[in-house]
């Protein structure tokens, strides 16, 4: 299993960036997706989670209206939309997939399979 995180760079307060995952094998072998960021000297948080049964979705209290989770079953991709970047949003970001639970779920420890991370730095 891999996940490789794509998207990440220097982007200004305000702005928008667009972070990609994409999955081996097909998004449907999996139950869920989630989206988490590490800022330095902080611990790993989740800010969004998708489900691949049913497409729903939840988000961080902190990036609730700026954050959008998206999958794309054909290129076997979850997408996180983030607009209105924030100096708070920079971090390393992270997906995961999970094939435990049919429901999202937003803890770590849930997921078993992690890709390498992407950095957004937010910088003006």
């Known amino acids: 299993v891999q996940l490789q995180a794509s998207g990440g760079g220097l982007v200004q307060p305000g702005g928008s960036l667009r972070l990609s995952c994409t999955v081996s094998g097909r998004l449907s072998d999996y139950y869920g997706i989630g989206w988490f960021r590490q800022a330095p000297g902080a611990e790993r948080e989740a800010i969004s989670c998708i489900s691949i049964s049913d497409s729903s979705t939840r988000y961080a209290d902190s990036v609730k209206g700026r954050f959008t989770i998206s999958r794309d079953n054909t290129k076997n991709t979850v997408s996180l939309q983030i607009d209105s970047v924030e100096p708070d949003d920079t971090a390393v970001y992270y997906c995961?997939?999970?094939?435990?639970?049919?429901?999202?779920?937003?803890?770590?420890?849930?997921?078993?399979?992690w890709g390498q991370g992407t950095l957004v730095t937010v910088s003006s």
């Open positions: 995961a997939a999970q094939r435990k639970y049919r429901r999202v779920v937003f803890s770590r420890e849930m997921y078993e399979y």
